[in-house]
C-alpha cells in the first residue's frame, strides 16, 4: 500500500460555472458581432486596440528584434519537431485490400483544410507552443494555419512568437488572446477561413472556449493545469529530482507536481530541498511554484517498482520522468502517459521547449485515454468500397437479411434492387 509523506492538500480545478457562463456570453456575441466584437474585446481586455492581423512588416520588425543566437534557438526547435512529425507522419499510409474476390475496401489519409493555433503570450511567452502547433499541421498537410496569440501589454505580439509562426509556415498571424482569439479562428474573421481544428494550450477560458465549440470544431483536447509526475529509485540524484519539480510546479499555482518513489531517504532528501530552490526562482515565478508545491505537490512512497508503476498509471501524468534503474523495464511497463522522459540524462523542459517530441499533451488523466498533439490530430482516416456486379451479391443477400432482421425494410430494399437489376435474384 502506498504511503503519502506529503498529500495534496487540493485538487486541481479545470472551470466554474462562472466562467462557462462568461465564455459562452462572449462566443455568443462575437459570432453576431463578427469582427467588430471581438475587436471590441480585445480593446477592453487586452488593451490592444486597432486591427490584429501582422502584416509582413510586423514580422520583418519583429524578426529584426530578435538576436541571431534566439533565431538559431528557434530554428533548432523547429527542425527537431518537423522531423519528428515527419517520422509519424510516415506511419499514416493509405490502404487497399480485397475482402473477397470482387469487393474491394480502403482508406485515405486526408488533412483538414484549416487549422487554428493558440499561443499563449501573456506571464509566458510560449515561443514552443507556436513551433509545436504550426510545424505538425503544416507537417500533416494543412492547407491554411491561422495563430492567435495576445498582445503585449503596449500592444503588438512578442516578436519571438511571431517570428517562430512565421518560420514555422503559419499563414495568418494575429494578435488576439483570449476567447476572442479562440472565436475569430473559429469563425473565421479577419478574412480567415474557419478553423476545422482548434490546437493549442491557454488558460481556463481558452479551454472552456474550445470545449463549447468541440462539435461544431474539432479540438485537440480540453487541458487543464499542467501535471507532472517522476518515478525515482535509490539511485536518483536527490537535487535533479528537485529541481525538476520545481521545473514543472512554476507553470502556474494550480499545476501538481508529484514524487513516487521506493526509497524514503530519496524522499527525504527530495523534500528537504523543495522550499530552498522554490525561495531561489525569480516572481512570479517563485509565488507561482510555492503555491503549487504547498497546495498540489505530493510525495508517495512504495514498496517496489512494480507498486510505483501501478501509482503512476493509476495518475495517468501528462509529463512521467524516470530517474530509476532499468529504463526498459520502465518503457515496457508504463502505459498511462503524455510523455515519457527515460533517464536523467532528459528532462520535460527538453520536450517542452526543443526535442522534437510535442508538449501539447493530455492533462487531468486523459492520458488513460488519449495521447497528445500529433500529425494525426490534423487529418481524417476516411474509408472507401467498390465492387464488381459478383463481388457485391453476397455482401447485398447478408446486408439485406440484416437489414429486415433489425426491422429496416428501406435498407433491405436498396440491396434487393441491385441484385434484381443484376439477375441475382
Known amino acids: 500500500m502506498p504511503i503519502y509523506l506529503k498529500k495534496a492538500e ?5 472551470g466554474h460555472d462562472d466562467v462557462s457562463r462568461t465564455v459562452r456570453d462572449m462566443l455568443t456575441e462575437i459570432e453576431a458581432g463578427g469582427d467588430d466584437a471581438a475587436l471590441a474585446y480585445a480593446a477592453k481586455l487586452d488593451n490592444a486596440p486597432g486591427h490584429p492581423v501582422l502584416t509582413q512588416a510586423d514580422i520583418d520588425a519583429a524578426t529584426a528584434a530578435l538576436s541571431d543566437e534566439t533565431k538559431a534557438d528557434i530554428a533548432f526547435s523547429h527542425d527537431n519537431v518537423r522531423r519528428f512529425a515527419e517520422a509519424q507522419k510516415a506511419t499514416l499510409t493509405e490502404t487497399e485490400v480485397e475482402l473477397h474476390p470482387g469487393l474491394w475496401a480502403g482508406q485515405k489519409v486526408i488533412p483538414v483544410s484549416a487549422a487554428g493555433a493558440y499561443v499563449p503570450g501573456g506571464r509566458y511567452a510560449h515561443v514552443a507552443s507556436a513551433i509545436m502547433t504550426v510545424t505538425t499541421a503544416k ?3 494543412v492547407e491554411h494555419v491561422t495563430v492567435c496569440s495576445p498582445p503585449r501589454r503596449g500592444g503588438g505580439m512578442d516578436p519571438a512568437i511571431a517570428y517562430a509562426a512565421h518560420l514555422c509556415g503559419a499563414d495568418k498571424i494575429l494578435a488576439m488572446g483570449g476567447v476572442q482569439g479562440i472565436a475569430a479562428l473559429t469563425f473565421g474573421l479577419f478574412d480567415t477561413p474557419p478553423a476545422s481544428i482548434l490546437v493549442g494550450p491557454g488558460n481556463q477560458y481558452v479551454a472552456e472556449a474550445k470545449r463549447l465549440l468541440f462539435g461544431r470544431v474539432g479540438i485537440d483536447m ?15 540524484d536527490a ?3 528537485a529541481v525538476d519539480l520545481v521545473s514543472q510546479a512554476e507553470h502556474g499555482w494550480n499545476s501538481p507536481v508529484w514524487l513516487v518513489t521506493d526509497d524514503r531517504a530519496l524522499a527525504d532528501a527530495v523534500m528537504a530541498r523543495m522550499n530552498a530552490l522554490i525561495a531561489d526562482l525569480p516572481s512570479p515565478n517563485r509565488e507561482s511554484a510555492e503555491a503549487a508545491w504547498r497546495d498540489f505537490g505530493e510525495v508517495i512512497l512504495c514498496s517496489d517498482r512494480e507498486e510505483m508503476a501501478g501509482v503512476s498509471d493509476d495518475y495517468a501524468p501528462e509529463h512521467l520522468s524516470v530517474q530509476a534503474a532499468d529504463p526498459d523495464w520502465w518503457l515496457d511497463r508504463l502505459t498511462c502517459y503524455g510523455s515519457l522522459f527515460l533517464g536523467e540524462e532528459v528532462t520535460v523542459t527538453y ?3 526543443a526535442s522534437g517530441t510535442n508538449h ?3 492533462t487531468s488523466g486523459a492520458a488513460r485515454y488519449t495521447g497528445g498533439l500529433s500529425v494525426h490530430k490534423f487529418v481524417k482516416i476516411v474509408t472507401w468500397q467498390r465492387a464488381t ?3 457485391a451479391k453476397g455482401v447485398a443477400e447478408t446486408s439485406a437479411r440484416i437489414s429486415r432482421i433489425e426491422g429496416m425494410e428501406g435498407h433491405a430494399r436498396a440491396a434487393d434492387v441491385r441484385l434484381k437489376k443484376y439477375g441475382q435474384i
Do not use: C, Q, Y
Not at 487540493?10 to 479545470?14: H, I
Not at 507532472?228 to 536518483?236: C, H, K, N, P, V
Open 10 to 14: 487540493r485538487t486541481a480545478e479545470t
Open 139 to 141: 507537417v500533416a498537410g
Open 222 to 236: 480540453v487541458a487543464g493545469p499542467t501535471d507532472s509526475l517522476i518515478l525515482a529509485d535509490g539511485t536518483a
Open 239 to 241: 537535487e535533479i529530482v
Open 351 to 353: 520536450g517542452d521547449k
Open 360 to 362: 501539447v499533451l493530455p
Open 389 to 391: 456486379r459478383d463481388g
